[in-house]
């Protein structure tokens, strides 16, 4: 059991770069479609990590 849930913060370390890099790239390229794409894998990091 421990060893998934390693691998899922993992995951989720890995989708929250991707959100936090993702939403400033798509502010400072002006691409609404990227920063919703970005804030979707930041909601989904938060999601996997929180606790009951």
Do not use: H
């Not at 913060?9 to 002006?30: C, N, P, S, T, W």
């Amino acid at each position: 059991m421990m060893k998934f849930k390693n691998r899922l913060k993992r995951v989720a370390d890995a989708l929250e770069k991707l959100g936090v890099a993702g939403i400033a790239v798509a502010v400072f390229q002006g691409n609404t479609a990227g920063f919703w794409i970005a804030t979707f894998f930041l909601a989904m990091s938060i999601f996997l990590t929180k606790e009951d």
